[in-house]
C-alpha cells in the first residue's frame, strides 16, 4: 500500500488527489466544499460600501446539476480513502448543503447527527429582504451504517462545563488575529473557519495519531488544529497561494506536549470487565459482602462474580435495581467494599483491573 502523505498540502484537483490515496487509509474527513453561492448581483451596505463576498472562481461550479455531479465525484473518493469505522464532517450553508446531504445518503453514508453552527457575531441581512442568516450546517457521517465510529463523548462533556454537548453550537465567526491577511489587509481567504470549530470537530471524533484528510485545505485551518492536538492531516488545494498560506500558518503551530492532548474517556471506549474479573483475580472474594453507600443494603458475593441478597441473586446491576426498586442500576458506583480508610466503590477495582491491562 502506498504511503499516507502525511502532514502535508496537495496541490490540485481534490478528486485527482484523492485518487492517489490508498483504499481504507484515513480516519476522518473535513470538508468544506465550494457553497456555489446564487449571488443576485453586487452587495452592498446603508452607506452603499461594497460588502466583501465570496466571489472566487472556486466557488462558481455552475447550475444544480452541476454542482451535483461535482459532488458525487469528490464524495465518491471521499467514501473509498475512508476506513470501514471512518466518518466524515462537511459543513455548509442553505445553498448546497441539502444537495450535498441527499448526495451523502445516495453515496452510501450513514448520518450520525446534524449540527448547527450559530454564529454569534453574523453578517447582518443589508437589504432586509430576509432574516439574517446566522448560522451554518454541519453533517456527521458514518462510511456505513455498520460503522463504529470514534466519538469522546465524556471528552465533549468535560468541554461543555459537565453538561451534555447539544447539536447546536454557539461560536464566533472568524475575526482578529485569527483571520488571516495579506499585505494589503484584505482577508486571506474569504470563508477561512474559525479554530474553535475544527477543534471541537477533531477533538469530538478522533483519537492523536488518527488521519484527517480536508479535500477544500483552503488556508488550512484543519492542519493547524489537528497539528496542536497531535493528529495527522493531508490537506488538498487547488490554489497556490493558499497552499502557501496554509503551509506557513501551520508550520507557526506548536506541536503537542506529553499527555497534553489526552482527553476524558468515556465509559464505553475503555475495555470491558466483567465483576467475575474482580473475584477471579482475588481482588474480592466469594463471601466478601458489599453494601449500599448508606449501609442499608448488604450483598454477599458468589464465586461467579454474583452477588445474593436475602431474596435476590443476579449481576451487580440486576441486584442493585431490585434494592433500589429501580429499572436499572450502575453496581460500579452502587455497590462499595470495606478498606481500611471506609468504605469504596467497587468501581476503583475495576480502574485497578483496567490499569493492569494498559500496562500488559
Given amino acids: 500500500m502506498a504511503e499516507l502523505p502525511l502532514d502535508q498540502i496537495i496541490q490540485g484537483d481534490c478528486v485527482e488527489a484523492m485518487r492517489g490515496l490508498p483504499d481504507n487509509s484515513v480516519d476522518l474527513i473535513f470538508a468544506d466544499p465550494p457553497y456555489n453561492l446564487q449571488l443576485g448581483g453586487e452587495l452592498t451596505r446603508p452607506d452603499q460600501s461594497r460588502v466583501d463576498g465570496v466571489e472566487n472562481d472556486w466557488d462558481q461550479i455552475g447550475g444544480f446539476d452541476d454542482y451535483d455531479l461535482f459532488s458525487w465525484a469528490w464524495l465518491d473518493e ?9 466518518a466524515i464532517w462537511v459543513i455548509g450553508s442553505y445553498h448546497n448543503i441539502f444537495r450535498v446531504g441527499g448526495i451523502l445518503q445516495d453515496a452510501g453514508f450513514w448520518i450520525l447527527n446534524d449540527v448547527i453552527w450559530r454564529k454569534t457575531n453574523p453578517m447582518p441581512n443589508f437589504k432586509g429582504t430576509r432574516f439574517t442568516n446566522a448560522h451554518e450546517t454541519l453533517i456527521w457521517a458514518a462510511k456505513n451504517k455498520d460503522s463504529r465510529v470514534t466519538f469522546n463523548y465524556a471528552a465533549m462533556k468535560m468541554l461543555n462545563d459537565g453538561t451534555q454537548m447539544r447539536s447546536d453550537w454557539t461560536l464566533p465567526i472568524c475575526g482578529g488575529h485569527e483571520r488571516l491577511r495579506g499585505e494589503d489587509g484584505a482577508k486571506a481567504h474569504p470563508t477561512q473557519k474559525p479554530e474553535a470549530l475544527l477543534h471541537r470537530v477533531i477533538l469530538s471524533t478522533t483519537h492523536p ?14 492542519g493547524a488544529v489537528a497539528k496542536r492536538l497531535g493528529r495527522h492531516f493531508i490537506g ?16 507557526r503551530v506548536a506541536p503537542p506536549v506529553g499527555e497534553d492532548i489526552e482527553v476524558t474517556q468515556s465509559g464505553r471506549a475503555l475495555p470491558r470487565v466483567p465483576f467475575g474479573t474482580i473475584v477471579e483475580r482475588g481482588l474480592l472474594a466469594p463471601g466478601d459482602k458489599l453494601v449500599s453507600p448508606d449501609g442499608q443494603h448488604v450483598a454477599r458475593i458468589r464465586a461467579d462474580g454474583s452477588i ?8 451487580i446491576h440486576q441486584v442493585g435495581a431490585h434494592v433500589l426498586k429501580a429499572p436499572a442500576c450502575n453496581g460500579w458506583t452502587f455497590w462499595h467494599f470495606k478498606t481500611d480508610r471506609g468504605l469504596a466503590p467497587i468501581d476503583v477495582l475495576r480502574a485497578k483491573v483496567r490499569e493492569d491491562m494498559s500496562a500488559n
Fill in 236 to 251: 488538498l488545494e487547488q490554489d497556490a497561494e493558499y497552499c502557501r498560506v496554509a503551509q506557513e500558518r501551520i508550520a
Fill in 78 to 86: 471521499a467514501r473509498r480513502v475512508l476506513k470501514e469505522d471512518g
Fill in 308 to 315: 445474593a441478597t436475602g431474596d435476590s441473586a443476579g449481576s
Fill in 209 to 222: 495519531g488518527d488521519v484527517i484528510l480536508d479535500p477544500f485545505f483552503g488556508t488550512g485551518t484543519t
